[in-house]
């Protein structure tokens, strides 16, 4: 096996690995397992990043092992793979120093911390498929990954959150099954390929490849949370902040939304998809999943049930990227991919300081809560004028990518549907913000927990302290190589020089 | 291994577990359980080096004392049979440590040893044969020595359960002997080659092939016949669970395939197919939704099978309307259906087994703290769950997909639906036990202790169903053989 072949192996192993050691681990074995734990996620980062690399010279990382007769397994990591992967690794890092802290003395941390790694690998595995069978296998591992992290509380209510986020993904997964193996008849074998595989097809398959469209995008539109296939994400809110946090910002949301992007472009291909008058009804469901979630968000007093609403929302920004015919949108899309990454753990971040420091679990409970917590009501403003779209923050590349893009597809009412969900972000992150820096505590906090000469614990408080300033850095130095930007434009050239 | 292919096994791999059947009944329960591994493991050899000389050097014959068929009995192996062959053995192996452990403290032990290898022996003895009588007599040789296993349970229930699988195991035979007597009544020849060349359409071939395939489907429990199964397979002891679901099922399946694929393939079968196919749909979904609702994990387990044998029915709906030649991914499917339901059923079963023991209880909603407690049983059953739900990378994923995309290829998109719907009640009633297992242990809830083996011997079958999902291509390369 040469070098180029072990990476993508490897780069999935490290998790894995680190996963199913910790299952093993007693509950007293704390040192070790944190050891594990940063190892593996150090480890995955220096894969990712030599790998990120090779990938921008050209190098060629692929491993195949057959499955079925003519069907291989298949990993392998294109540019566009790698802006996923790396999100994963970055944030998995993030996450795995704020769940450390966040789980310090809660009992069943190996169990917690196994199905995390394993949900970090289905994640990384999902950006590596290199076939839509590849990409299957590890959808569906996601979903069992997840389950576990979902009810790992145990209660009632985590239970039947559990049911409901199960009745959904695995329902999802079941229509997507039947699109997959239809292809596969079809096809014989779809591999991911730049520029896509199906416009070879005949024109009288034309009317099948719509209906397998549909049955594609409802299974990944689950993930996806989009309108009205959105109803597990609220509930699945129960979870811990650092799940949470990762199935917001990379784990099961973005697997819904990159599974999306690819069938569009490696499958289909963009311009056989606008021939098909495919990319239409999917940009309307986006634009409708996006003014939908941003007015729910209104409502919600609870602060995670808010930014839940909020991430249905943002996560079809990138689709309607995606669907958008012309390389400014595609890019517009791609870099929310990551940006909405960053700034939505974040969030998350701050809402479970706010949570586990304070007891603080609704957003009428925050008044001149940034005097009691500064560094984490600081970084939370930052990610929430991120989502906005103010700038010099990452949201505002996004959205100003996104809004010339609906302009250059010709769609100048997805332009309107952007402008409007900014103002309903700034309606529903504006308060709160307001809340905390500008009005006086009314009431004692409802649980305060005893800290040090720190707001809270530093490992809480250092991972959405770093986000917000990536949230920042990746806004100001956007044109950096190997910013999400630079590698956005990356991807679009490559799919779109056919 | 010049040498290892040369050899014939096929004589072998009946008459040594008629050998260790005869040894574990005179010598007694100990020195049963003692020379038991030794006869499993040599099982195992003897299975996978036939299915290496089949993959090697094609479908291998032997005619016992040199007499030819018609005249003598002839042994035959082709990919199909080493593949049910292997199953056996594989699944024999890990299910026979378990009983080692599970019987050394419970009465039983006396009766097991003998019957199981009189049970492995006439399901070889079936898939060697190539005689539409012979088979019945293994056929015959097996509900007797199934029957058997299901009363050590001990128990009025337990007798019950198995007086009423003897009633169903008896008719069945007697449908399937009735089509054996018109068959050779009317072609002189009991050989099924000799047969499959002899037999024409008409009313005569299609009762003969309707009453065999009724005969059969009462042993593999197709809906409606399925009364007999859930007492039968909830209610024996576990190991014995998991012999009769995982192998003893597939049995009668197996030869309802040889017949259909060999035999009857000159008949007109679409309707008949499309008919057992319904029938199939109706099972999967009427043993899901008794699983859903059942409150006994055994039973649970043991409607699972019903549903899970429907799936091995769309074969027939499957590969009867095949008129383009796809027949390949549906027999693919349905065997492979067959091989990772073996695996999966039998660590479910050995799993429940394991946690039945330590809690003292069956009832599904008393499982809570066993995810801390006995994580290596719920492990190997939530392993297994995966595979009978259909999920990757199992061998019930590549079995659900083989069988989509034989429903594809033939056009029958209502398959599809039923399969789809199948996967999730099945995910519904396994998310069930899981579920509950996850709980946190109620206050003074005690464990006993249970012995390491009952819960790696789940642990291996169901990794074994895992495997067999990673690597498919083997397996699927020995059953393409024969079609080649």
């Known amino acids: 096996m040469s070098l180029n072949e072990a990476l993508p192996l490897l780069v999935v192993a490290t998790s894995l690995l680190t996963g199913l050691a910790i299952f093993f681990l007693a509950e007293g074995q704390q040192r070790l397992r944190i050891g594990l734990n940063l190892g593996g996620a150090l480890a995955k980062l220096a894969l990712v990043a030599f790998m990120l690399r090779g990938v921008w010279q050209g190098q060629h990382y692929e491993i195949r092992y057959p499955v079925l007769p ?132 005949p024109a009288d398959h034309h009317d099948q490849l719509i209906v397998i469209f549909a049955l594609l995008v409802a299974g990944l539109g689950v993930k996806a949370a989009l309108f009205p296939l959105h109803g597990w994400l609220p509930a699945a809110m129960v979870a811990p902040a650092p799940v949470s946090a990762l199935l917001h910002a990379v784990a099961v949301v973005k697997a819904g939304a990159f599974g999306i992007v690819r069938v569009i472009y490696d499958v289909y291909g963009i311009e056989f998809a606008a021939d098909l008058g495919l990319l239409l009804p999917l940009a309307v469901v986006a634009s409708i999943t996006i003014l939908y979630g941003s007015l729910r968000a209104l409502t919600q007093d609870g602060l995670k049930r808010r930014l839940a609403f909020s991430t249905v929302s943002q996560v079809s920004y990138i689709v309607l990227g995606a669907s958008m015919f012309g390389p400014i949108g595609t890019i517009g899309g791609l870099v929310h991919l990551v940006h909405q990454g960053i700034m939505k753990v974040t969030l998350f971040f701050c809402a479970g300081n706010l949570a586990e420091t304070l007891g603080i679990h609704r957003v009428s409970e925050m008044a001149g809560v940034g005097r009691r917590m500064p560094w984490t009501m600081g970084a939370f403003t930052v990610a929430a004028f991120g989502m906005i779209g103010v700038p010099p923050m990452a949201g505002f590349i996004s959205k100003w990518y996104l809004g010339l893009g609906a302009l250059d597809a010709a769609m100048p009412w997805a332009l309107a549907v952007l402008v409007i969900s900014s103002l309903l972000n700034a309606a529903y992150f504006l308060p709160v913000v307001y809340t905390v820096w500008f009005r006086q505590q009314d009431k004692p906090w409802p649980s305060e927990a005893r800290t040090g000469r720190l707001e809270t614990d530093w490992t809480l408080l250092l991972p959405p302290v770093l986000t917000a300033l990536l949230t920042l850095g990746l806004g100001l130095f956007a044109v950096a190589a190997f910013s999400p930007l630079e590698w956005a434009k990356l991807v679009t050239v490559r799919e779109y020089q056919r | 291994m010049q040498a290892l292919l040369a050899l014939d096994l096929l004589p072998w791999l009946i008459v040594l577990p008629l050998a260790f059947a005869t040894a574990s009944f005179l010598l007694g329960a100990h020195a049963a359980r003692a020379i038991a591994p030794a006869g499993l493991a040599l099982g195992l050899v003897a299975a996978g080096c ?128 009735l089509g054996v007597a018109l068959l050779y009544g009317a072609h002189a020849t009991l050989d099924l080659a000799l047969l499959a060349v002899r037999l024409v359409s008409g009313p005569h071939a299609a009762l003969a092939a309707a009453l065999m395939t009724i005969g059969l489907i009462v042993k593999t429990a197709l809906f409606p016949l399925h ?246 291509t083997a397996p699927l390369a020995l059953l393409a053989g024969d079609r080649a």
Request: net charge positive.
């Open chain 2, 227 to 472: 009364f007999w199964l859930p007492p039968a397979h909830g209610g024996a002891t576990p190991p014995v669970s998991a012999l009769l679901s995982a192998l003893v099922i597939k049995a009668s399946f197996y030869l309802l395939v040889r017949l259909w694929l060999d035999l009857f393939g000159t008949l007109d079968t679409v309707a008949a197919g499309q008919l057992l196919g319904a029938l199939g749909a109706a099972a999967i979904l009427w043993g899901s939704l008794l699983a859903l609702r059942e409150k006994k994990l055994k039973m649970l387990i043991a409607y699972s099978t019903i549903a899970q044998t429907g799936y091995l029915f769309l074969f027939f709906a499957l590969v009867t309307a095949d008129r383009v030649g796809g027949a390949g991914s549906a027999l693919a499917g349905g065997v492979y259906q067959a091989l990772s339901h073996a695996a999966a059923k039998s660590a479910m079963f050995l799993a429940a087994g394991g946690m039945i023991a330590s809690m003292g209880s069956d009832v599904i909603a008393r499982l809570d703290g066993l995810s801390t407690r006995l994580p290596v049983s719920l492990f190997a059953f939530a392993l297994a769950s995966v595979s009978l739900v259909g999920l990757p990378p199992s061998g019930g994923f590549i079995a659900k997909w083989l069988l989509l995309d034989a429903a594809l290829a033939t056009g029958q998109w209502w398959w599809l639906v039923v399969m789809v719907v199948g996967g999730l009640l099945t995910a519904a009633y396994v998310f069930r036990v899981l579920r509950h297992a996850f709980l946190p242990a109620c206050q003074g809830k005690v464990f006993q202790p249970v012995p390491r083996t009952l819960e790696l011997s789940a642990l291996a079958l169901a990794l074994v169903s895992l495997l067999l999902g990673l690597t498919a």
């Open chain 1, 70 to 201: 003519g069907i291989d397994f298949v990993l392998r990591a294109d540019a566009l793979s790698m802006a996923f992967v790396t999100l994963s690794a970055v944030l998995w890092l993030f996450t795995t120093i704020y769940a450390i802290g966040y789980l310090e003395g809660s009992p069943h941390r190996s169990r917690f911390f196994g199905f995390f790694s394993l949900c970090v690998t289905a994640t990384v595995g999902i950006a590596l498929a290199g076939n839509l069978l590849s990409f299957f296998l590890f959808y569906e591992f996601l979903t069992l990954a997840t389950y576990p992290l979902v009810v790992h509380r145990g209660t009632d209510k985590a239970m039947h959150a559990g049911n409901i986020y199960l009745a959904y993904t695995l329902a999802g997964g079941a229509i997507l099954l039947v699109g997959v193996v239809w292809l596969y008849h079809l096809l014989g074998n779809v591999e991911f390929t730049q520029g896509g595989v199906l416009a070879r097809l």
């Open chain 2, 50 to 177: 036939l299915a290496w000389q089949v993959a090697g050097a094609g479908p291998q014959r032997q005619a016992l004392g040199g007499w030819e068929a018609p005249l003598g009995i002839t042994l035959h192996a082709d990919g199909l049979a080493a593949l049910m062959l292997s199953m056996t053995a594989v699944v024999a192996m890990p299910v026979g440590l378990y009983a080692r452990a599970y019987f050394r403290h419970r009465p039983g032990g006396v009766h097991f040893w003998p019957l199981t290898w009189f049970l492995i022996a006439s399901m070889n003895a079936l898939y060697l044969s190539a005689d539409v009588f012979n088979l019945y007599v293994t056929l015959e040789m097996l509900g007797l020595a199934a029957v058997g296993l299901v009363m050590i349970g001990g128990g009025a229930a337990a007798l019950e359960a198995a007086m009423r699988y003897l009633l169903a195991a008896v008719a069945g035979s007697l449908f399937y002997l």
